[in-house]
Each structure stands twice: as C-alpha cells, then as structure tokens.
C-alpha cells in the first residue's frame, strides 16, 4: 500500500535517495539561517526588541541544517547539488516570498513594513514546515537514525509558528492588519504552487533514483496535483489565519543545540 509513511521510508532506505533528502532539505536551513541572520542584524530602531528572536529563529534553521548534514555523515554520504527545481527556499525568494536576497546584502535597517512582510511570509512557509515535520513526527518519531532528529526539529518548527503568529497580532493591533491579510493570501497562493511545482520536481528525481515503475510515479504524481487543488479551492485559507499560540514567546530564549549523532 502507498502511503506517506512507506514513500519516505522507501527513500530512508535508499542512501542516494536519502542523500538528495537530506542535501535539499539542509541547503534550504542554511539560507533560512542566513536571511533571518540578516534580517536580525537590520531590524529598525522601534522594533529592536524583536531583533533576538529573529536571530533565535536563524539559529534554529542554522542548527537543522547542521542535523541533516550529520545525518548524511552517519551513513559516510556528502551533499549533492541542490537541482534547481527542487530548491523550494530558493524558489520562494525568486517569486517574491520572503524579503530579497540583494535587500538584506545592504547594510540599510529596515522598515517596519518591511519587517510586516517579512513576519507575514514567516507565517505562511513555517506553516509548511510545521506540518511536514509533524508529519514526519507521527511515522518516525521512535526511528533509531532519524527520531531524535525529526522531534527537535519538529518543535522548532512548531515553536517559529507560534512565535510568527503571536508577533503578527502585535502588529495588526498597531494599525497593520489590512497589510498582513494583504500579503498572507498573496504568500499562500503563491506558496501552494511553488510547493506543487517542488514537489513534482523531487517526486521525479526519487522515481528515477529508486526506479519508480511509471505508475507508481503517476499515481504519486496525481496525487500532488490533488492536494494542490484542494489547497487552491479552499486550503490555503489554514495558512493566512491568525491566532493567539499555546506557546507564546516561543522564540524568547536561546536555541538549543544539535544532538549529536555517533
């Protein structure tokens, strides 16, 4: 039977396969790390006290990223590049989710509607990222190579949510709440079909590493398509609400640091 839990497993198993998951996925930490590092350092002068938490939540994706490394290292694997098409954080900054790479080069602060932006599509990717670890969480949780792993990230990953979900309340009380609508669903709508296209993109490279029979890569295909639709009919709505988290000040401490993997 096909079923989520069975596909990655079938790509756990598999070093190349396993080697592509783990490249992608540490690639797209590393430059998470990198612009919220940038944007922690830029943060205007009104909005200073902000500045550590999002240097907390670079930390975080720096700290991921060093977790899947170590995890190709166990097995005795290197990185691979990134294929263009599978790289969802690269692809994201290119159709203008997330705050331009030649913007936070500069050594200009930013401005508070840029730091709205920025919190906005926080929201809608850590969203994502929330339930693909949570996803990961549920299956793999007691894996002896990978469970440790997974349930630290799947926390922070929680953690960055609730932290974009309390900070955007913040703002939408000091008067930014027409803006942040504005640009959730622009992010979502956006989000969904980069994620679609991704997703394609990854599907086709494991097919071809693991030798994918033709149906199984179209019903699997078949299947993305049809969580597309159902996102664009009506589910990208989950991403641009706003709520008041369990965890508030989620990101109020330092980050905590990697395992270690023998």
Not at 62 to 67: A, E, F, L, S
Request: include cysteine.
């Amino acid at each position: 039977m096909l079923s989520a839990k069975s596909l990655f497993q079938e790509i756990l198993d598999n070093d190349e396969s396993f080697r592509l998951f783990c490249s992608i996925a540490a690639s797209g930490e590393a430059q998470g790390g990198w612009e919220n590092g940038r944007i922690a350092a830029l943060v205007p002068e009104s909005e200073r006290g902000l500045a550590p938490k999002v240097a907390r939540h670079g930390a975080d994706e720096d700290k991921h990223g060093r977790i899947f490394n170590a995890l190709l290292k166990k097995r005795g694997l290197e990185p691979v590049e990134v294929p263009h098409e599978t790289d969802y954080t690269m692809l994201l900054e290119k159709h203008g989710i997330g705050l331009a790479h030649e913007q936070l080069k500069r050594d200009e602060p930013l401005t508070v509607q840029d730091i709205v932006t920025y919190l906005a599509h926080s929201r809608v990717t850590e969203q994502r990222a929330s339930e693909q670890m949570e996803l990961l969480r549920k299956h793999f949780a007691d894996h002896p190579d990978i469970g440790r792993a997974v349930k630290m990230i799947s926390s922070d990953e929680d953690n960055h949510l609730a932290y974009c979900h309390e900070e955007l309340l913040r703002f939408a009380r000091a008067g930014h709440g027409r803006t942040i609508q504005r640009i959730l669903r622009e992010s979502a709508l956006a989000e969904i079909r980069i994620y679609r296209d991704v997703s394609l993109a990854v599907m086709d490279h494991m097919g071809r590493i693991l030798g994918w029979p033709r149906a199984k890569a179209a019903l699997l295909a078949a299947g993305i398509h049809a969580v597309y639709v159902y996102e664009r009919l009506g589910g990208w709505r989950r991403m641009v609400s706003l709520k008041m988290p369990e965890r508030r000040d989620a990101l109020g401490g330092p980050a905590t640091s990697a395992p270690e993997f023998a």
